[in-house]
């Protein structure tokens, strides 16, 4: 798609990679999955600090 494209051409590398099978993250692409689900798990815990009982859902964006 293009917005995995243009994510791609800000980071400076590939997030995917084509095989016989479709499509695979490459190996920046899990470095980058990891770094985010580290990230996206930090944020849960400071919710759980901070005592959040709202509920509901947070919605992200990045624009580069």
Do not use: M
């Not at 499509?23 to 901070?50: C, P, W």
């Amino acid at each position: 798609s293009r917005q995995v494209k243009v994510l791609e051409e800000y980071l400076g590398f590939g997030l995917f990679e084509r095989t016989s099978k479709g499509l695979e993250l490459s190996r920046n692409g899990r470095a980058y999955v990891g770094a985010l689900s580290q990230a996206f798990e930090q944020i849960a815990r400071a919710f759980d600090v901070a005592g959040d009982r709202r509920g509901g859902a947070i919605k992200v964006s990045i624009n580069p």
